[in-house]
């Protein structure tokens, strides 16, 4: 499996544009995490999914941050518009199961998002 | 809400080191995972360990949960396992999810 894929790598844009994250998670998994990784604040869940629905979108900023599951292939988190605040790194997540019992989880590698 | 915190922020050793990794938190948690950042950002879990003490090769975790911490014992350490240590724990407040820690920085010298 070629794991949890995240695109694009990198991404840099000015304030203002909207932004575009995407993840496709291991296939099979059924659960799907996006975090973000600031210097400030650490790693911190801004949402996740279980069967393309959300289930606990309390960890998303503000109403520029939006994050959907069409499938069970494909998630998207999408700010806008974007502010600088927001550059941070932005990782994917997928897992068999819940976090209440242990499944492991599977992190992509990132996207680094950086707003001029 | 749960307070996480991880001791200490940053260290350096030798290769061949050995070195204890702590992880505080502020309530009782249903588990709690350790996870390796390496220098290209990958995360990756180490332990699942709600409890007790568990060993991979050089790497070992106790969790004493009834004191609220838990210790990554890293034994004979190797440049490789330079990065970033995070133990996240799992809050029951509102839905099931993991809180993360500080961190704890490590770099190993050749």
């Known amino acids: 499996d070629a794991g949890v894929i995240q695109s694009p790598r990198h991404e840099v844009t000015e304030m203002g544009q909207e932004v575009t994250l995407r993840c496709k998670p291991i296939s099979g998994h059924d659960y799907l995490f996006w975090y973000r990784q600031t210097m400030m604040r650490g790693l911190e869940l801004l949402i996740y999914?279980?069967?393309?629905?959300?289930?606990?979108d309390s960890g998303m900023p503000e109403d520029r941050f939006s994050a959907k599951m069409p499938n069970a292939s494909f998630s998207t988190l999408k700010i806008q518009p974007s502010e600088p605040r927001d550059s941070a790194v932005y990782f994917c997540a997928s897992s068999t199961g819940p976090p209440s019992s242990y499944n492991e989880q599977f992190f992509g590698p990132g996207t680094r998002l950086t707003v001029l | 809400g749960i307070q996480v915190e991880q001791s200490p922020p940053d260290l350096i050793l030798q290769e061949g080191a050995n070195s204890t990794l702590r992880c505080n938190f502020s309530?009782?948690?249903?588990?709690l995972q350790w996870f390796h950042q390496n220098p290209w950002g990958q995360l990756i879990n180490l332990f699942y360990i709600p409890s007790g003490t568990k060993q991979n090769g050089r790497l070992s975790a106790t969790t004493v949960a009834t004191e609220r911490y838990s210790l990554l014992y890293i034994s004979s350490s190797q440049t490789t396992d330079s990065g970033v240590y995070f133990c996240?724990?799992?809050?029951?407040?509102?839905?099931?999810?993991?809180?993360f820690g500080t961190g704890t920085r490590l770099k190993v010298l050749a």
């Open positions: 996240a724990v799992l809050t029951t407040s509102g839905t099931y999810k993991y809180i």
């Open positions: 309530d009782s948690v249903n588990n």
């Open positions: 999914f279980n069967n393309n629905v959300p289930i606990d």
